[in-house]
C-alpha cells in the first residue's frame, strides 16, 4: 500500500516563504501523479489551490506555487500571511481511476 | 458560479445504509467527473470514490469498495452516494466535488459544504 507522505507540521514567519513537499513512502513524484494541493481551516470545507502540478486554481494568488522538486511534488508560499494558517493537503493520482491524499501539513504563521 | 449542495447526512446504526446526495449547477454536469471525499472528525481527507462524467466509469477506495455505490442522474444534475454496511470508521463529513475536466486522472477543482454521516448504536 503506497503512502502520500507530507510534513505534518511547519512553521512560517509573517512575510517569508515556506515550502511544503508531498512524496511518497516508495518511489519519486512525477507530473504523471498530476499532484494536487488544498488549504483547509477549522470547519470550512477544503479548497483548492494548485492542480495538474503547477496549475493555479481560479482566484488563487500567485504567492501560491507548485512544482516538482527532486523526488517530490512541491508547495511554495511566497510572502506568507496570518490567514495563510491552514492546513494543507495534497493529493496523487495513483492510475485507474484511484487518488490519495497525504496526510496533511499544519502551518502556523508566527 | 459552481455550486453544489450535499444533502442526506445523519445518524445511523452500524450495518445500515444510506444515500448521499448532490445538487450540482453553474456547470455542464455531465461534462465533468465527479468524486466523494471524506474526513473523519479530527483526521485528514480521504478520496472515497470517483465518476465519469458519462457516469460509466466508476471508481473507489479500497476501504469502502463492495459496500459503496456511486451514480449520478444527468438530467437532475445530481451525484449519489449510497453507503451500505455502514461502519464506525465511516463515521465522517462527506465532501462532494467537481473535478477540473472529464477524465479520471483529473483532479478537483470546487468542492461542497459536506454532510455529516455519524455511524453509532
Same mark, same amino acid.
Do not use: H
Given at each position: 500500500?503506497?503512502?502520500?507522505?507530507?510534513?505534518?507540521?511547519?512553521?512560517?514567519?509573517?512575510?517569508?516563504?515556506?515550502? +511544503?513537499?508531498?512524496? +511518497?513512502?516508495?518511489?519519486?513524484?512525477?507530473?504523471?501523479?498530476?499532484?494536487?494541493?488544498?488549504?483547509?481551516?477549522?470547519?470550512?470545507?477544503?479548497?483548492?489551490?494548485? $492542480? &495538474?502540478?503547477?496549475?493555479?486554481?481560479?482566484?488563487?494568488?500567485?504567492?501560491?506555487?507548485? &512544482?516538482?522538486?527532486?523526488?517530490?511534488?512541491?508547495?511554495?508560499?511566497?510572502?506568507?500571511?496570518?490567514?495563510?494558517? &491552514?492546513?494543507?493537503?495534497?493529493?496523487? $493520482?495513483?492510475?485507474?481511476?484511484?487518488?490519495?491524499?497525504?496526510?496533511?501539513?499544519? +502551518?502556523?504563521?508566527? | =458560479?459552481?455550486?453544489?449542495?450535499?444533502? *442526506? *447526512?445523519?445518524?445511523?446504526?452500524?450495518?445500515?445504509?444510506?444515500?448521499?446526495?448532490?445538487?450540482?449547477?453553474? !456547470?455542464? !454536469? %455531465?461534462?465533468? @467527473?465527479?468524486?466523494?471525499?471524506? /474526513?473523519?472528525?479530527?483526521?485528514?481527507? =480521504?478520496?472515497?470514490?470517483?465518476?465519469?462524467? #458519462?457516469?460509466?466509469?466508476?471508481?473507489? @477506495?479500497?476501504?469502502?469498495? *463492495?459496500? !459503496?455505490?456511486?451514480?449520478? %442522474?444527468?438530467?437532475?444534475?445530481?451525484?449519489?452516494? /449510497?453507503?451500505? #454496511?455502514?461502519?464506525? =470508521? %465511516?463515521? @465522517?463529513?462527506?465532501?462532494?466535488?467537481?473535478?477540473?475536466?472529464? *477524465?479520471? @486522472?483529473? #483532479?478537483? %477543482?470546487?468542492?461542497?459544504?459536506?454532510?455529516?454521516?455519524?455511524?453509532?448504536?
Amino acid at each position: 500500500q503506497t503512502v502520500v507522505t507530507q510534513e505534518p507540521s511547519f512553521s512560517v514567519s509573517p512575510g517569508g516563504t515556506v515550502t +511544503l513537499t508531498c512524496g +511518497l513512502s516508495s518511489g519519486s513524484v512525477s507530473t504523471t501523479y498530476y499532484p494536487s494541493w488544498f488549504q483547509q481551516t477549522p470547519g470550512q470545507a477544503p479548497r483548492t489551490l494548485i $492542480y &495538474s502540478t503547477d496549475t493555479r486554481s481560479s482566484g488563487v494568488p500567485d504567492r501560491f506555487s507548485g &512544482s516538482i522538486l527532486g523526488n517530490k511534488a512541491a508547495l511554495t508560499i511566497t510572502g506568507a500571511q496570518a490567514d495563510d494558517e &491552514s492546513d494543507y493537503y495534497c493529493v496523487l $493520482y495513483m492510475g485507474s481511476g484511484i487518488w490519495v491524499f497525504g496526510g496533511g501539513t499544519k +502551518l502556523t504563521v508566527l | =458560479e459552481v455550486q453544489l449542495l450535499e444533502s *442526506g *447526512g445523519g445518524l445511523v446504526q452500524p450495518g445500515g445504509s444510506l444515500r448521499l446526495s448532490c445538487a450540482a449547477s453553474g !456547470f455542464t !454536469f %455531465d461534462s465533468y @467527473a465527479m468524486r466523494w471525499v471524506r /474526513q473523519a472528525p479530527g483526521k485528514g481527507l =480521504e478520496w472515497v470514490s470517483g465518476i465519469s462524467g #458519462s457516469g460509466t466509469s466508476t471508481y473507489y @477506495a479500497d476501504s469502502v469498495k *463492495g459496500r !459503496f455505490t456511486i451514480s449520478r %442522474d444527468n438530467s437532475k444534475n445530481t451525484l449519489y452516494l /449510497q453507503m451500505n #454496511s455502514l461502519r464506525a =470508521e %465511516d463515521t @465522517a463529513v462527506y465532501y462532494c466535488a467537481k473535478a477540473y475536466s472529464a *477524465g479520471a @486522472a483529473r #483532479s478537483i %477543482d470546487s468542492w461542497g459544504q459536506g454532510t455529516l454521516v455519524t455511524v453509532s448504536s
